[in-house]
């Protein structure tokens, strides 16, 4: 099913700092994780991947961890910057044939200058 | 690469009328599309989802007399959204997943669009 909230937790970070987003999935037989960044009055971007035989994947600044014991995915974002001020979403699905994916509640991350 | 299109990106229109909305894989081919919603400050809500050349399969809730669906080729779904009412007044973004991208499980995004119906 989906993940709607109500309102957005959100993260304030100091810029240059790292940024974590934390994010619990909810389908054990889930194998393939994204993230995405939206920003305000636009599409969601992909940002990074990983599927359930990794444990860590990095991208240029950006780590995703996932933590299939307790099912639990986070994304770092290294020295982080005001353009990385956005919303970020989690995603879980199945991988191969037309599996839906299956977006958490977003996490908003604003960036202090 | 992995170029979602939507248009329009902005429609009002009057209550009763329809609206058609276009999404458009510009460098891949989109074998699967997937209609989303999304209200302020919250999570995308799926619509449905729709393969080339078939009928959608449309989620739960979701009415498909009121949301028609069309993924007639391979790079190209419409959504009309039939007789609008204010309720619908929504962001509508589209996905595609599909050969010729980076990972065929991997969904991209159009930049949305947003609907208002007064």
């Known amino acids: 099913g989906e993940s709607v909230g109500l309102h957005l937790p959100t993260l304030s970070v100091q810029e240059g700092d790292n940024s974590i987003i934390n994010c619990a999935y909810s389908?054990?037989?889930?194998?393939?994780f994204i993230w995405y960044k939206q920003e305000s009055g636009k599409g969601p971007q992909f940002i990074i991947d990983i599927r359930s035989n990794m444990d860590k994947r990095q991208g240029q600044r950006v780590t995703v961890l996932l933590n299939k014991t307790v099912k639990h995915l986070s994304l770092q974002i290294a020295a982080t910057q005001p353009g990385d001020s956005a919303v970020y979403f989690c995603?879980?699905?199945?991988?191969?044939?037309?599996?839906?994916?299956?977006f958490g509640t977003g996490t908003k991350l604003q960036v202090i200058p | 690469g992995a170029v979602v299109s939507q248009h329009p990106s902005r429609v009002i229109c009057k209550s009763g009328t329809s609206v058609k909305i276009e999404c458009r894989s510009l460098?891949?081919?989109?074998?699967?599309m997937f209609w989303y919603r999304q209200f302020p400050k919250q999570s995308l809500m799926l619509m449905a989802t729709s393969n080339e050349g078939s009928k959608a399969t449309y989620e739960q809730g979701v009415e498909k007399d009121k949301f028609l669906i069309n993924h007639a080729s391979l790079t190209l779904s419409t959504l009309t959204v039939t007789s609008a009412h204010p309720e619908d007044s929504s962001f509508y973004i589209c996905?595609?997943?599909?050969?010729?991208?980076?990972?065929?499980?991997?969904?991209?995004f159009g930049p949305g669009t947003r609907l208002t119906v007064l």
């Open positions: 996905s595609a997943r599909g050969a010729g991208t980076k990972n065929t499980d991997t969904q991209y």
């Open positions: 460098d891949f081919q989109a074998t699967t």
């Open positions: 389908n054990s037989a889930s194998d393939y």
């Open positions: 995603a879980e699905s199945i991988s191969g044939g037309y599996q839906k994916v299956t």
